[in-house]
């Protein structure tokens, strides 16, 4: 069992530009890995998908060879995670010569176990979810993929097929013994009925296609799905580093959207016991963000540009918004009108004013020095916080997560209002203002460390205006005790967090 924590998204085709839908998963990614950096050894994988019918499409389209499309492209996703700060610690192409050779590996060493066999495919294939189809699932002899919906081609090849068929029976079993391995509870559902249906055996070959990583011996290109599927394993050093595989094997969890759930939940599985080894611990099928009802995709990207989100709203405020708006695992549509909302009710007011508010009035009242504590109700009141916080990020319950840090931010609040500082300075009660103010730069030291996987740039912006000098890296459980802010530590007012922006007219 592997002793980190391991993360990983899909890997990204890089047939168009990125958009919002592929920044979220990353984003969930990267607060499930932030989260887990405090507590160990953690390992975060993303990448793209570099090969299929549908990237050398793209390629010829745009009069390229597919190597050079790809290279073209890759620096438009990984600009786009460094905007979002995704600290990812290993970024894998299935294109890198690492990669090829493991899936070659993995070929082989199936093809001598017998999981892996000669035959004849034929049956229908969809190009653009680089998908085979049997006749009975086409609607209306086009694709059943209601978001795709093409036109299907006719295929007739000699084929490698992956015995998945033989996995059938195991991966029922698996399924009734983990009822939670895949969630959510639909996803689950909908794969278990996949299962009881019966499966088929997989075509892992293309013979008239050849932009793929090469059959060892010849005879075609390795079906993408196959190739792409196994980038889990290359970073990890599955048949070449031992130690450091034992360390990450099974990987912790696994974010896919709920249209390809199916590939990590049923393949995927059953090609890993084919090769002795564990399934993933947790495999999270989220929701779409769409637009009009529709899934955002490459054709209704432009609608909503990530790169002009980013300048607009900056990449924290998206963070939060992608996290906050909907609950992970089910849709949530998109709309500027909503995240101007929330980016000026949440952060700008409830969480910025607070900030700059309790700075302003340290500044005025002490010379911005934190003052000596006093008696305080918010230690015992939110002692279990932290701990709720940490449960409900683990359990990707993310809009549960940053609620439950809201509670501390309407507290604080409402002390001032409640309190009245200005009151108290007027009235010269020291001992009260000083418990006051205390209060409330404790309150958002705690917000800082609290929203740092949320929202990492505006956490540490906050951190280095209370004056604290240590990484807030370092700080989660530990610093989580109420008093832990030194007295007399100088704060200084700094930039605003969230300057205010006006509504579209
Ligand atoms: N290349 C395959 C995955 C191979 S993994 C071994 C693929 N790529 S994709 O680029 O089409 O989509 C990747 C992921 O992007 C989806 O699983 C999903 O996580 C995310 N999203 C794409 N559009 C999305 C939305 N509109 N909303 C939310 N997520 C979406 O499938």
């Known amino acids: 069992m592997s002793r980190a924590f391991y993360v990983t998204t899909p890997i990204y085709y890089i047939n168009g530009n990125p958009h919002i839908g592929h920044a979220y998963t990353t984003i969930v990614a990267d607060v499930l890995a932030r989260t887990a950096r405090t507590k160990g050894d953690t390992f975060f994988l993303t990448g793209t998908d570099e090969h299929g019918q549908k990237v050398a499409d793209a390629a010829g389209e745009a009069g390229v060879t597919p190597q050079e499309w790809c290279d073209r492209l890759v620096p438009k996703w990984q600009n786009l995670f460094a905007l979002f700060n995704i600290s990812y610690d290993d970024f894998i192409r299935t294109t890198e010569p690492r990669h090829e050779r493991i899936v070659q590996r993995v070929f082989e060493h199936l093809r001598e176990?017998?999981?892996?066999?000669?035959?004849?495919?034929?049956?229908?294939?969809?190009?653009?979810?680089?998908?085979?189809?049997?006749?009975?699932?086409?609607?209306?002899?086009?694709?059943?993929?209601?978001?795709?919906?093409?036109?299907?081609?006719?295929?007739?090849?000699?084929?490698?097929?992956?015995?998945?068929?033989?996995?059938?029976?195991?991966?029922?079993?698996?399924?009734?013994?983990?009822?939670?391995?895949?969630?959510?509870?639909?996803?689950?559902?909908?794969?278990v009925a996949m299962l009881e249906e019966g499966l088929e055996d997989l075509s892992i070959s293309r013979s008239k296609f050849d932009w793929g990583i090469s059959i060892p011996g010849g005879g075609g290109v390795i079906y993408v799905w196959f190739d792409a599927i196994l980038n889990y394993l290359t970073p990890v050093g599955w048949s070449e580093d031992e130690e450091r595989f034992g360390r990450y094997w099974p990987p912790s969890v696994q974010l896919v959207g709920k249209e390809i759930a199916r590939f990590h939940t049923i393949l995927w599985p059953a090609l890993l016991w084919a090769l002795d080894l564990q399934a993933p611990k947790l495999v999270f099928a989220h929701g779409w963000i769409t637009l009009d009802g529709q899934k955002i995709g490459k054709s209704l990207g432009n609608a909503a540009d990530v790169f002009t989100l980013v300048e607009t709203f900056s990449a924290d405020a998206m963070r939060y918004f992608l996290l906050r708006e909907g609950h992970f695992g089910s849709d949530f549509s998109y709309s500027e009108t909503k995240i101007h909302q929330r980016y000026n009710d949440e952060l700008g007011n409830d969480l910025g004013n607070l900030f700059r508010r309790t700075l302003s009035m340290l500044e005025k009242y002490r010379n911005g020095l934190v003052p000596q504590p006093g008696d305080s109700h918010f230690g015992e009141r939110f002692s279990d916080l932290p701990?709720?916080?940490?449960?409900?990020?683990?359990?990707?319950?993310f809009r549960d997560a940053l609620e439950a840090t809201w509670e501390l931010v309407t507290a604080l609040n409402r002390e001032i209002d409640e309190k009245k500082p200005w009151v108290l300075a007027k009235a010269e009660n020291a001992v009260a203002l000083d418990a006051l103010l205390y209060d409330l730069c404790e309150g958002l030291r705690w917000l800082a460390i609290l929203l740092a996987p949320f929202m990492p740039e505006k956490a540490r912006e906050m951190w280095r205006q209370l004056g604290l000098e240590t990484d807030i890296d370092d700080a989660w459980e530990s610093s989580l005790v109420w008093g832990g802010l030194a007295a007399g530590t100088q704060t200084s007012v700094g930039d605003v967090l969230f300057a205010r922006l006006e509504l579209p007219g």
């Open 113 to 191: 176990k017998g999981d892996v066999y000669r035959g004849v495919y034929e049956g229908w294939y969809c190009s653009n979810d680089e998908t085979f189809w049997p006749e009975s699932k086409l609607v209306e002899g086009r694709c059943p993929n209601p978001e795709c919906r093409r036109e299907v081609q006719w295929l007739s090849e000699d084929s490698w097929f992956f015995k998945l068929s033989k996995y059938n029976d195991r991966l029922l079993t698996y399924f009734k013994e983990n009822p939670t391995w895949v969630r959510p509870r639909s996803a689950y559902n909908e794969m």
């Open 387 to 397: 701990k709720r916080i940490d449960t409900l990020i683990f359990n990707l319950q």
